[in-house]
């Protein structure tokens, strides 16, 4: 079965101070990996997605990298408007029609001023 | 567009009631997910349907849940009768056919059942 792990759970930083959550995947031909920010009481709201190994994708303060294995989100000196729970996901095998998004639980970063 | 709209936002019941969760995905989107999330679990995919048929229900808890799609603008989730731990966030999301590509979420529904 398919399993996507996010770590750690929960991370807490200083504005400023550049760190990097993790997604490892066990999922067999890997069609695409997807990150979302989720913001408190809103739905999962889609940031990037990385299709290869090697592929790089940025937006502003972020950066998604993916390995064969993994997936890295790199935060560069975070703001506290950065806070909210980061969510991957893989798709989900299905034979026939289409197939859906498989989520991790999610990091919960917080930035402090 | 105005995305994805779920209704209502948050709904308090009573255990034993029936419970109506609904959705109206985006136009020309032809797949819809429901999916759980819980502090514990995380988000879980319930069902999807892909051109208003239903594809994989596998992630139903249990018979108390159902869901239909009716036409490709609307669709509901149904939980009869309801109980404590159905409590959760329930969200909707659509997606259009391309292969391999994101899909939206609306804002979810906020469930509590006292």
């Known amino acids: 079965e398919d399993q996507v792990t996010q770590s750690p759970e929960a991370l807490r930083l200083q504005e400023g101070e550049s760190s990097s959550l993790n997604c490892s995947y066990t999922?067999?031909?890997?069609?695409?990996l997807f990150w979302y920010r989720q913001d408190p009481g809103k739905g999962p709201e889609f940031l990037f997605t990385l299709y290869s190994a090697g592929e790089e994708k940025e937006k502003e303060r972020l950066k998604a990298t993916l390995t064969k294995k993994e997936s890295f989100l790199h935060i560069t000196a975070p703001k506290p408007e950065d806070s909210a729970t980061y969510l991957c996901?893989?798709?989900?095998?299905?034979?026939?029609?289409?197939?859906?998004?498989?989520f991790g639980k999610g990091t919960s970063l917080l930035v402090t001023p | 567009d105005a995305g994805v709209i779920q209704s209502p936002r948050h709904e308090v019941t009573e255990m034993g009631q029936e419970v109506t969760l609904r959705c109206k995905p985006i136009?020309?989107?032809?797949?819809l997910f429901w999916y759980r999330q819980t502090m514990m679990r995380g988000l879980e995919l319930l069902i999807y349907?892909?051109?208003?048929?239903?594809?994989?229900d596998s992630g139903m808890p249990e018979d108390r849940f159902s869901a239909k799609m009716p036409n490709a603008s609307f669709s509901t989730l149904k939980i009869q009768p309801s109980e404590p731990r159905d409590s959760a966030v329930y969200f909707c999301a659509s997606r259009p056919a391309k292969e391999v590509t994101e899909a939206f979420f609306g804002q979810g529904t906020r469930l509590t059942v006292v």
């Open positions: 999922v067999s031909g890997l069609r695409g």
């Open positions: 996901a893989v798709p989900g095998v299905n034979s026939n029609s289409g197939y859906a998004l498989n």
């Open positions: 349907f892909n051109n208003n048929v239903p594809i994989d």
């Open positions: 136009s020309g989107h032809d797949y």
